[in-house]
């Protein structure tokens, strides 16, 4: 009887510590990257813009904004990430605008890579930045 006491204890501590495995994010320590814009920028250059707030204590938040240049949306969001202090995190990403020219030329592989993220969910508004009024 004792010796099943001793082993469920076990157990139990064995199952319990196992949860902080599970990755956690502390908000003070990410930067949620909500807006972001991809332009073309010449010879296979995407020039990508993401928007982030900055949360000060006791200070009204600002927003930081943050460019660089890549072959793909992948390598643009590592390049910002080795340049700023925090971690950039998509889980917040609510618009992706695109440049004219961009456009042109074709947003699938920018598109894909999003929609392929798991961390950013299923509420993003894409624009190509053409309105109507502007381009007929």
């Known amino acids: 009887m004792a010796n099943r006491t001793l082993i469920g204890i076990w157990v139990t501590i064995f199952l319990l510590s196992g949860c902080s495995l599970i990755p956690t994010n502390i908000v003070n ?60 995190v998509s889980g917040q990403l609510l618009v992706v605008l695109f440049g004219e020219s961009l456009a042109k030329k074709g947003i699938t592989d920018v598109v894909d890579t999003l929609n392929r993220d798991p961390s950013i969910g299923s509420r993003q508004y894409y624009s190509n930045g053409c309105c109507r009024w502007r381009c007929q």
């Open 29 to 88: 320590q990410i930067n949620m990257n909500q807006g972001a814009g991809y332009d073309w920028a010449g010879k296979n250059t995407i020039k990508g813009t993401i928007t982030y707030p900055i949360y000060k204590k006791d200070k009204p938040s600002t927003t930081k904004v943050k460019i660089s240049l890549g072959e793909t949306s992948k390598e643009i969001r590592s390049n910002i990430n080795n340049e700023s202090r925090y971690p950039i």
